[in-house]
């Protein structure tokens, strides 16, 4: 039976909500965390002509990055603790048997040893279940260096990020890094070969225009506060027009790896989603201290003459403590939402991942408003005349996302209504459904067979004390009577 309407149609259940919801809580307080240690000040330590401590701005995009490396390590403590202990946890089978297996029960042949030990268990299934369960917990030696690829384009999305936004407004950085739905939904299609429907595409198209919303929101205020009008960055049209090629090809290695994580964690030999994050953070930290700093370095900049003094962060980071406590705070956060956006490329997918992201300027804005009115004006943002815009961006994110989910509970189906704009695609979700029907009752009839399986085996083995000579003699008296 042909699978493909279901290939890309993800039941989402009360799992995958509150896993979607905890990565929008952590990313949201991952970039207010990010946002406000640009706006810290502090000391490294030195003194003035006066004998006063030198305070200065602790502006290190590279550290943050650094940092976030170094928080995700912590994934695989929990990957070698769930491994010891063996707790359930996504992506994970400590029984030993793999997802095709699940369930089966082996009949007793006549290579099949029935030998017990003394607790009353077959000897060669122990041995067996022993040496599959070591094999469910070895990892290949060739994943831990082939998981340091995500790493890569972790780091070069970023830096590419990075550098367009030397040029651009941070408008312009919302709009163009939203767009890298576009590029994951394209290579789901076209590289990993996995069909998306009409609605999907639909799902996606109004994801897109949310964040060209959010980003034209933040155009206008940003315009209505320069008296003069001029380009907020001051960069030439050539200028301008690189900023946009290079923030569009960090949002096309971004989409890369959300689907190289999707990629990795569904093969035949798969990556736990821990594992995923603790190499991804391993490789990221020594390509940190390897590449990414010493560059920053040597370029020329504002930080004591580099574009990014690490010896400078570093002695701010021991003598400032408020830095100190902005840095565990932004370490746990960014670790737990590196965490729920992996287990959200796993439970669903990447364009799901993408989604998520696109969620994240409007969550930081809410939190923003609350911050400035209930909390510190310094941290947080204002209502202005164009905040109605953002949230009408808002609601079309939902919207899109609700089309995206289709058919599930809560999605909204393409059926010609008048906010459908006359797209009518019921024929899809029919589709949809009857192939889910089907796969329901393949699933029944496979739970059925496992059962009658293990009722033979319960019956033609009555009890491990018996001999299985005994078992025959009264196999055939029974037949005689």
């Known amino acids: 039976m042909s699978t493909d309407n279901l290939a890309n149609v993800h039941a989402c259940g009360l799992t995958e909500v509150v896993l979607f919801l905890l990565a929008i809580l952590f990313g949201t307080g991952c970039s207010i965390c990010s946002k406000t240690m640009m706006g810290l ?27 976030m490396f170094v928080g995700m390590l912590f994934g695989l403590a929990m990957h070698w603790i769930v491994l010891a202990f063996r707790i359930p946890f996504p992506g994970y089978d400590h029984a030993g048997r793999s997802v095709g297996d699940e369930g089966d029960v082996e009949i007793p042949t006549e290579t099949t040893s029935l030998v017990t030990n003394k607790n009353g268990n077959d000897v060669a299934e122990a041995e067996g279940e022993e040496d599959a369960g070591a094999r469910s917990t070895k990892i290949p030696v060739w994943m831990y260096f082939f998981l ?14 990075m550098m367009g936004l030397q040029y651009l407004d941070v408008s312009i950085y919302q709009m163009l890094r939203g767009s890298g739905i576009i590029f994951v939904a394209l290579m789901k299609q076209h590289v990993m070969k996995e069909h998306l429907h009409k609605f999907h595409w639909v ?67 798969p990556a736990p989603p821990l594992l995923l994050i603790g190499m991804e953070g391993f490789w990221g930290t020594v390509l940190g201290i390897v590449i ?43 670790f737990f939402y590196n965490l729920f956006a992996v287990l959200v490329t796993f439970m669903l997918s990447s364009v799901w991942h993408a989604i998520l992201d696109n969620f994240r300027p409007i969550t930081v804005w809410a939190t923003d408003l609350f911050i400035f009115y209930h909390i510190n004006p310094f941290f947080g943002e204002a209502w202005t005349t164009y905040s109605y815009l953002q949230i009408g961006g808002m609601a079309v ?18 059926e010609g209504q008048w ?9 899809e979700y029919e589709a949809i459904r009857r192939e889910r029907e089907a796969a329901e009752v393949d699933a029944e009839w496979e739970a059925k067979r496992q059962e009658f399986k293990v009722r033979n085996l319960s019956s033609f083995i ?4 018996i001999s299985m000579h005994t078992q025959a003699l009264r196999g055939i008296g029974a037949q005689h009577n």
């Open 397 to 414: 994110l939902l919207y899109g996302t609700a089309i995206y989910n289709a058919p599930n509970d809560g999605s909204l189906e393409l």
């Open 148 to 161: 340091a690829i995500p790493a890569v384009f972790d780091l070069a999305a970023t830096a590419l990020c």
């Open 203 to 269: 799902g996606v198209f109004w994801n897109v225009i949310s964040v060209v919303i959010v980003g034209a929101t933040a155009l206008l205020a940003s315009s209505s506060s320069d008296e003069d009008g001029d380009n907020p960055k001051g960069a030439t049209p050539s200028q301008t027009f690189l900023g946009v090629c290079l923030m569009m090809a960090g949002a096309f290695v971004q989409a890369v790896q959300f689907v190289f994580e999707e990629h990795v964690m569904k093969m035949d030999v």
């Open 292 to 334: 990414m700093y010493p560059i920053g370095y040597f370029m020329p900049g504002d930080d004591h003459g580099s574009y990014e003094d690490p010896f400078n962060t570093w002695a701010m980071l021991v003598n400032s403590r408020n830095i100190q406590l902005a840095f565990v705070i932004y370490f746990f956060t960014i």
């Open 41 to 67: 000040s502090g000391t490294n330590g030195t003194l003035d002509s006066d004998g006063e401590l030198i305070v200065e701005s602790f502006q290190k995009p590279l550290f943050q990055t650094f940092g």
């Open 419 to 427: 906010w459908a704009f006359g797209i009518d695609l019921r024929s």
């Open 462 to 465: 009555e009890s491990p004390k």
